[in-house]
């Protein structure tokens, strides 16, 4: 029989469902996997007894008949969603040994379908970064290596670099994401994995630490599509608590699934052929074309004028929004409160968020507090929003000419931890490609193409119409297919 | 516009974040560095566009007016609420002495 931990969602639920395995067998071999390979750092808190809990669950439900969506299927939830009775960190010292009286709406969701949790996975502090070199609990390593005999540590992307690390090196067979500007499709780019982002408003924000409300989205990775369509139905859905909820029915996307695109259109958007540009995606990108163009689609130029300001409009709109979300941080009500001898009320605040901030959120919020503050609000934060209505308006008027959009996931393959922590605006360019979808709160999703020439993964990017993630996902389907991406990383942890 | 450190202390004083005049000097040419970039969004023509304020058309709904109507997000909840507080007294949040 194939190792457990090699099956992928649809095959533990298939397995567990025919009687091939019981689903305490599954998370005792998941859960032995997290213990070992504790050099990737990819989780914060590992939970073995949730994940064993919820298989005896399972096993139970399926004497009695009662086997739910994912019943057997454990896996990994990313520390920015509130787990009742489990830290939940956001990978920051502020929020160090917080543990919610609550749960997040999707991680609940997930529960309620019978998945179990592994533990609580690191990422960039607040989600902010794109190499998950932020968190206060660690760098998180990508299970990859260059193939040039040296060793040296990749960066897993982020900023849900536990997800893509511990996905990539089979502690889970999936897990949550979040994206507020690529942070679920450049850390599965690469590590040679799926996610989709899907439409805003689809996932409840509803317990998730909050980043840039108007851009936040959780959504699935794993390790293909078939998987990240059965997560995502299980994640979806309309919530109250949550005023940007969309109140619309879940789709049964994995039911639908088909890589037949005749009859399809799929866009190339020519703003994205950037000048000096790695020869290797682009060739990946074209190969890409090739494989759309086989599944019976028709390929089009389009044309998205706006794109060399989606990234300047997304470093003022989000940084706006996260200075204002993360003021909540006082040192009152949770998390860290540094008083210093004889300090005051105001003096408490400073020396709290000093304290328990990294640099990065203090970057970030110190850049949303100036463009939002008097005299400055026009000139950045308004100018921002009216370029994100045209970023908006460009793929509103591509989508009359096209279905999807095929575009490279990220502009390189994994860089290495330490490259490029230097450079504040070096490690931003590496979301050139994932945030104008964010900004226009488009689907948008991330597979795995080919590998590089230092034996890296690349990853092919599908944006679709609001709604529209049966689209996106198909086309996605149609590139797995004929990608074939096999490739894994060889065990050294 | 170029900021110097007497605004980067401005903004941290705004934003509630205690910094060293060290940390200042280092930010000023991080901050400057961003937003010398972002400078370029003005070059963009937004003549007649309307700024986004809902990135997928949705109606503000308003739910009933029913008391407690979600028991997750009702009340009678102050220990939950108090669980994490760091300096929790008699039932309320503790803040150091604020008038003399």
Redesign the interface.
């Given at each position: 029989m194939t190792e457990l931990t090699n099956l992928t969602v649809a095959q533990i639920r298939d397995g567990h469902r025919a009687g091939d395995f019981s689903a305490v067998e599954v998370a005792e071999a998941f859960n032995a996997n997290v213990a070992g390979a504790k050099a990737l750092n990819a989780f914060i808190v590992e939970t073995p007894e949730h994940a064993i809990a919820a298989a005896k669950a399972a096993d139970a439900d399926r004497s009695a008949g009662t086997l739910k969506p994912l019943s057997g299927v454990p896996i990994g939830m990313k520390d920015l969603f509130c787990t009742n009775g489990v830290q939940t960190t956001a990978a920051s010292h502020m929020l160090e040994g917080?543990?919610?009286?609550?749960e997040s709406t999707v991680s609940q969701k997930l529960w309620d379908a019978g998945a179990g949790m592994l533990g609580k996975l690191n990422l960039d502090q607040f989600a902010m970064g794109s190499s998950n070199e932020t968190s206060y609990f660690g760098n998180v390593i990508s299970p990859w290596r260059r193939k040039d005999g040296g060793n040296a540590a990749l960066a897993p992307g982020g900023s849900s670099g536990g997800s893509s690390s511990a996905i990539a090196a089979r502690l889970c067979p999936a897990a949550t994401g979040t994206d507020t500007g690529g942070s679920i499709r450049q850390p599965a780019a690469f590590t040679g994995i799926s996610g989709i982002k899907p439409?805003?408003?689809r996932c409840s924000r509803w317990g998730i630490v909050a980043f840039a409300s108007?851009?936040d989205q959780a959504g699935p990775m794993a390790r293909d599509v078939r998987d990240c369509a059965i997560m995502l139905e299980n994640m979806a859905g309309f919530d109250?608590?949550d005023?940007?909820s969309?109140?619309m029915a879940v789709p049964n996307w994995e039911a639908a699934l088909s890589s037949d695109l005749k009859g399809k259109t799929v866009g190339i958007p020519r703003e994205y052929r950037l000048d000096g540009i790695d020869p290797d995606i682009d060739a990946m990108w074209d190969a890409g074309i090739a494989m759309l163009k086989d599944a019976g689609a028709e390929v089009v130029e389009i044309s998205l004028p706006?794109t060399?300001?989606a990234l300047?409009?997304y470093?003022?709109i989000a940084p706006a929004e996260a200075?204002s979300n993360l003021?909540r941080y006082?040192?009152?009500?949770?998390?860290?409160?540094d008083?210093p001898q004889g300090?005051?009320?105001?003096?408490?605040?400073?020396?709290t968020?000093?304290d328990g901030?990294g640099p990065e959120v203090?970057?970030r919020?110190?850049?949303g507090?100036?463009v939002l503050?008097a005299g400055f609000y026009d000139?950045?934060y308004?100018?921002?929003?009216?370029?994100?209505?045209?970023i908006?308006r460009d793929f509103e008027q591509a989508f009359a000419s096209c279905d999807v959009i095929l575009a490279p996931t990220a502009p390189s393959a994994a860089f290495g931890l330490g490259e490029k922590t230097s450079d504040?605006?070096a490690m931003?360019l590496n979301d050139v490609f994932a945030v104008p979808a964010s900004?226009?709160?488009l689907p948008a999703m991330s597979v795995p193409a080919a590998l590089n020439r230092e034996g890296l993964p690349l990853g092919l990017q599908i944006i679709g119409k609001?709604f529209d993630e049966q689209g996106v996902l198909n086309a996605g389907l149609a590139i797995e297919e004929r990608a074939g991406f096999t490739a894994r990383a060889d065990k050294w942890w | 516009m170029a900021?110097d450190q007497a605004?980067?202390r401005k903004?941290?004083?705004?934003?509630?974040?205690?910094?060293s005049d060290a940390e200042a000097a280092a930010?000023e040419g991080?901050?400057n560095?961003?937003?010398g970039?972002?400078e370029?969004?003005?070059e963009?023509d937004?003549t007649g566009?309307?700024?986004?304020?809902?990135?997928?058309p949705?109606k503000?709904?308003l739910?009933d007016d029913v008391v407690d109507a979600?028991p997750?997000?009702g009340g009678n909840?102050r220990d939950?609420?108090l669980?994490?507080?760091?300096?929790p007294q008699h039932g309320f949040?503790g803040?150091?002495?604020?008038i003399e």
């Open positions: 917080f543990v919610p009286r609550y439409t805003y408003g108007s851009l109250p608590k005023a940007t969309l109140d706006h060399k300001y300047p409009a470093y003022i200075s003021a006082d040192g009152v009500r949770y998390g860290l409160r008083l300090a005051g009320l105001q003096d408490m605040y400073a020396a968020r000093a901030f203090k970057r919020i110190m850049i507090t100036y503050s000139a950045y308004t100018q921002a929003q009216k370029v994100r209505t045209l908006a504040p605006l931003y900004l226009a709160g609001a | 900021i605004t980067v903004i941290a004083s705004l934003a509630r974040i205690a910094i930010m991080e901050l560095g961003i937003l970039w972002v370029q969004l003005g963009v937004v566009v309307e700024p986004m304020t809902a990135v997928i949705n503000l709904r739910r979600d997750l997000t909840r939950d609420i669980a994490n507080a760091p300096a949040f803040v150091p002495k604020v």
